[in-house]
């Protein structure tokens, strides 16, 4: 059985096992147990009564958060012609057109995310057992194939978080930094959980949110009330 450090140990003794928190109550916490000596990404994972062996069921989208992550991503534009300069003027990192497929096959990979205009995606399907199981692979649902690349990118730069159901139903997301104050990890949090449940697939049947639990990277899980989490959102 794995044993936890004493720090871990104190930390976890600070969050009651047999409860659940409000959001608001649950990130000062996070922020009162931490004892990491760096500054933490603060995470939401979600259980989601889906089946994601059906396409039906499959959930997935983005969210601009509010209050961004703290760390602004390297983004990668492949388009061509005016779109290219679009997409530097929007704030992309690194530019190209079909040339860059060629380069990532042969090995570059200093981006942290791509968007691509729908002409260009002949060449880039190419990179789909590259950039796909990286996450990194451009899509329509999401945003990253479009022709208006400049508000893509800016996005990206803005905060945007892509979310998506894995194969055992749970989604893990961040919601920022622990260096954040806590009034904006709450936002953050809410965005998230709120586009989270708008992506609701009408397949699913019974309770949508199983359970939500939010933790930092070292810090222990904190159980949210998802009873609280739906009425805000219908509000």
Known sequence: MKKHGKKFTAASAQVAADRTYSIEDAVPLAQKVKFAKFDETVELTLRLGVDPKHADQMVRGTVVLPHGLGKSKRVLAIAGGEKQKEALEAGADVVGGEEMVDKIQAGFMDFDAVVATPDMMRAVGKLGKVLGPRGLMPNPKTGTVTVDIAKAVKEIKAGKVEFRVDKT??????????SFTSDFLIANAHALV???????????????????TLSSTMGPGIRIDTTHIDVVVKH
């Open 194 to 212: 709120e586009s989270i449940v708008k992506a609701k697939p009408s397949a699913a049947k019974g309770k949508y949110l199983k359970s939500v």
């Open 169 to 178: 139903g749970i989604i893990h997301a961040p919601v920022g930094k622990m």
